[in-house]
């Protein structure tokens, strides 16, 4: 029985979608990872595209990001969708290149992003007790099932807690990393 690795791998998968969550929020310092994820209305709205699909994101300094479309007739697209995002940003369109310059994030923005980042983890790991909580059930219907020894019950479930604890650590970690991103000047 792999109830242990199941639920690792179950996590794993968890931690990856926070990681990706996390992305795109806004830190002192502007990544490319915080425009990728803005969906595009291209070539007249007749398509739905990530940024990322249209055009490559580069750093053209401490506080700007370039952005290259593939194809020079989305760049009105892509500067609509960078309008309507909730980021606040106002891009400058220079021919066939758009930057975008990030203000300085205020304390008040913080902390928003703060909160922002907290209801996030804690979704995550209301997800990770949700999947530690399955495996529980499963080891107790084989158990009652008379598949298991109740040894082996108790050993299952201890390994179970200790994956859960090692998971539970590593999205503590993440979220302390985000909110130290975030709070850098």
């Not at 940003?89 to 930057?99: C, F």
């Not at 080891?139 to 201890?158: G, Q, W």
């Not at 990393?177 to 975030?182: G, L, P, S, V």
Request: no cysteine; aromatic share 4%; net charge neutral.
């Amino acid at each position: 029985m792999t109830y242990a690795a199941d639920f690792n791998r179950e996590g794993k998968k968890t931690i990856e979608h926070l990681r990706e969550e996390l992305q795109g929020i806004r830190t002192g310092r502007p990544t490319a990872n915080v425009l990728e994820s803005i969906t595009v209305d291209a070539y007249g709205g007749t398509m739905k595209m990530k940024m990322n699909e249209l055009a490559s994101i580069s750093s053209e300094g401490p506080t700007t990001l370039g952005i290259n479309p593939f194809d020079p007739s989305t760049v009105q697209d892509i500067e609509k969708s960078i309008l309507k995002s909730p980021l606040g940003l106002t891009p400058k369109v220079m021919g066939n290149k758009i930057l975008v310059v990030f203000p300085p994030l205020n304390q008040e923005q913080r902390e928003k992003f703060l909160k922002l980042v907290g209801q996030i983890v804690e979704e995550h790991r209301i997800s990770i007790r949700n999947h530690r909580d399955e495996i529980r059930k499963r080891i107790k219907s084989d158990f009652d099932a008379k598949l298991l020894t109740e040894d082996a019950k108790y050993r299952f479930e201890k390994e179970v807690d200790a994956v859960n604890q090692k998971l539970l650590d590593e999205i503590q970690g993440i979220r302390e990393k985000k909110e130290a991103a975030i709070m850098e000047v």
